[in-house]
């Protein structure tokens, strides 16, 4: 599973996308409440599972890389 979806995101992107994710679906039920504010539930199925199946596409992760030392 952990090649499927492996955590590429930032723990800073993962909660931006929750936050503009939500206020895209708000759109739905308070704005011009047409059904493509639905598409706001991408980003939040993104955000919370940490992986972003483009960013897997591409071979991009803005997560922090670890560093190894060796003595």
Known sequence: MSKLLPV???AVERVLRVAVGVMVVLLAFIGPKTPW???GLIPILTG???SCP???LLGISTCATKTTTTS
């Open 8 to 10: 590429n995101e930032h």
């Open 37 to 39: 504010a639905f598409l």
């Open 48 to 50: 919370l599972i940490g």
């Open 54 to 56: 483009l960013y897997t």
